[in-house]
């Protein structure tokens, strides 16, 4: 180090002390509607601009078997006709009045979302009340959509990532429906009927699965009878969703699914840390600074920035509702694979036998804290935040309490997280693509 | 339920300026600039939702001023820029950035190179001080270029060669450009990058960073009022230098169309495109480029348009048909159409069916209460584009290293609102033609029939 650059470092520490746990983000409100539906809200006044997004608990995981990429299928419907408007009428009314209406479906929620213009507000509820209550699946519209889903998947085979993903959840689930696509097959796809597709909306969209974010140019008083429009008339109670916990069962497994492609992509990972566990902001903060944290990971640092094996390379915790998961993602030249997996492995073994050092600890927390408002750019954003939050049962103050749990953290808590969860034996991966020199098993 | 058609990450912020630009009054953005003494061009855009700010240095300077044998270098360079000065060692860059809690990326493109931090307020002079410091102190080490020269021919892999419709994207637009620059990829040809020096990175740097070369662009909890002293601290002391100027190859007439076929044994879903030449906001002659957008709107943009009613919903030939146009460009730009047949339909009869849709549009025109539709619904885009800070500088970042002033981004919506059905019909008759096109057909190997 140069007595300037050591200057530099210095005058920058002075004049940019670690972030402190920032303002906390904007003021959430609890709205309850006469019928007792329960909303967050953040009002937003600075553009004319209302975004809600909500989702029902119980996701793709409820499809039966035989008809999995059903919940996905309805979910391409709900905005192709309903009431009395056919899908042209539907589709010609959301774009005459700029509204965006758009619904998909996850292993673990069923997610809608709506955004309009202030000046629309009251047709934009309106058009999201029928698409929920009255959905028309019309025969025309389902064959299409069947048809788009079906091209999709094809073209999903062409992209090895989503190649890779799709296989690594069937190696770790195959008796569970996360070893089943969200999209489902070809197969169960030809063979999801109308009738399915009419029975969908009455076991799925109960009050009692309902989580409501609201942000943008709208107050509560206005916003109570607009929940009762649009989620008054749905059941009450279809129950809670039916999923089995469950745990992956590829223990260190390696598969490779062979294409003629000159980069290998690989997907790894493991069992997880749940989101309510009590170790999770350790698990947090260890994740980012193994492999989630952008240009400053290990895994970037060894992979990519000293080798240059890899453009990405990256892990991250992915909180399943039934089976917590840590995974990763690299994609390295063939010839490279095995070099880049061994690194990975050691960079976890690392990791789990010696935990983070205090400056990795220091640089994580005042990243994690620093980087929280940069999130919330736009109302859209902003309420995808409060339904996580929601759906996560974290609480209406977390905007506020969230900086302070990170900054409690220490570099015991996550080394003892690093041990309890990173396993380099247990990674299972698969590889899409003709590696070099890959002991498979 | 949209299907939208697949675009190269290039294209993202283009994107983003054709879908969200614009307002349905007065400024969308309400963006404020000035100029440097030393020429680097300032323009705020403020929103006070949050605490942040996203800071933006965009170089007039992208993969179409690249020497000839030289494709990626600005690509190359543009990742070599996170290796180091002599006060920020390579690697420091980033982690510097973070430990502050900002997030930093960079992108190349044909036209401009951007680099960005995105950070609480009260940590701008930070993201000041480290771009203004690599702006022109880079110290390259050979080794650190050697080894992200293997990282971007990994990159290049991941989005292009492990890709046959970006393989194919690449090959149209090859064929496109008989003559421009904008005929090589951005991320540069593979042989061309793997030999790509240290010396070659040094001296594209020396050539094109410089103050005034350069446009700072900054979007957040900031006014003009606040920034201005900051620049002249930070980027006001840099001298400007002289620039080279920017010459690139003239695309010669166009006179013959051009049809490209990429089998390929990973493909499983083909496609089919047709990419006509057309202006840009820049190169404009006739004025066409607002109708054109409303032209792509109308018969391309969406479930209710022309294409897709017709090749998807009444034919049922389609799984995904429309059209796209981008009129951010230097130099000439494209206006393409696009399906992907349905399962079991061959690619022959969905080129007969959008061929015929192209020449019914010729034709017959487009209705003019569809015009107006499409009108309405372009200028409510440029409401939401101000949500969010991040897409107001982009939106101004993109139109101000492709020509336009603020002045022209800012009132995108009354010239939307001024287009009439005769230029409509002008702009399609001067575009659709299949003289000046490329069509890119996206097959399985050894599928002599094209059925999918």
Known sequence: MTTIMRRLFLALAVAFLPALPAAAGPAVERVISAKGIEAWLVQDHINPIISMEFAFRGGSALDPADRAGLANMVSGLLDEGAGELDSYAFQKRLEDLSIDLSFSSGQDSFH?????????????FSMM?????????????????????????????????VVANRAWFALQFPNHPYGRPVK???????????????????????????VVSVVGDITAEQL???????????????????????????????QVIERNNPQSVVVFGHEGIAREDAEWFPAYVMNYILGGGGFSSRLFTEVREKRGLAYSVHSGLSPFDYAPLIIGGVATANGRVAESLALIREEWRRMAEQGPTAPEMDDAKTYLTGSFPLQFDSVGAIAGILLAMQMDHLGIDYLEKRNALIEAVDADDVRDVAKRLLHPDRLAAVVVGQPDGLATH | MRLRPMRSACAVLALCLTTAAGSAQAAIFNAETFVLENGMEVVVIPNHRSPVVSHQVWYRVGSADEPPGKTGIAHLLEHLMFKGT????????????????????????????????NVAKDRLELAMTLEADRMVNLRL?????????????????????????????????AALYLNHPYHNPVIGWASEVGSLSRADAEAFYHRWYAPNNAILVVAGDITAAELKPLAEKHYGAIPA?????????????????????????RVRQPSWSRSYHAPSYNRDPDGLAYALQVLSEVVGGGATSQIYRSLVVDKELASSAGAWYDPTAIDTSTFGVYVSPRP??????????????????LEKGVAPEEIERAKRRLQASAVYARDSLYTGANVLGTGVTTGQSVADIEAWPERIAAVTAGQVAQAARKVLDEKASVTGVLLPDGDKEGRS
């Open chain 1, 129 to 161: 009340r029928i698409a929920l209550t009255q959905p028309r699946f019309d025969d025309e519209p389902v064959q299409r959509i069947r048809s788009q889903i079906l091209s999709g998947l094809a073209a999903d085979l062409q992209n090895p990532s």
């Open chain 1, 224 to 254: 109570k009878p607009l929940l009762d429009q649009t989620f008054g008339d749905l059941p009450e109670k279809v129950g809670p969703p039916a999923v089995a916990f469950t745990a992956p069962k590829a223990n260190g497994r390696v």
């Open chain 1, 184 to 210: 489902g097959t070809p197969e169960s796809v030809k063979a999801i009927t109308a009738a399915d597709l009419r029975a969908f909306p009455a076991g799925a969209f109960g009050r009692d699965r309902l």
């Open chain 2, 241 to 265: 230098r002289t620039l080279p100027e920017r010459v690139r190859n003239a695309e010669p007439p166009q006179v013959a169309a051009r049809r490209v076929e990429l089998r390929d044994a």
């Open chain 2, 86 to 117: 002599d006060k920020v060692p390579a690697g420091a860059y980033s982690r510097l950035v973070a430990r502050n809690g900002g997030r930093d990326n960079a992108f190349t493109a044909f036209d401009y190179t951007g680099y960005y931090v």
């Open chain 2, 344 to 361: 079991g339909v061959e690619i022959a009869e969905v080129e007969r069916a959008m061929e015929a849709e192209v020449a019914a549009i």
């Open chain 1, 112 to 124: 809608g979302s709506l955004k309009t213009l202030t000046e629309h507000r009251d047709s934009a």
């Open chain 2, 141 to 173: 080490a050979e080794k650190d270029v050697l080894t992200e020269r293997d990282v971007v021919l990994e990159e290049r892999r991941s989005r292009t060669d492990n890709n046959p419709s970006a393989l194919l994207n690449e090959q149209v637009r």
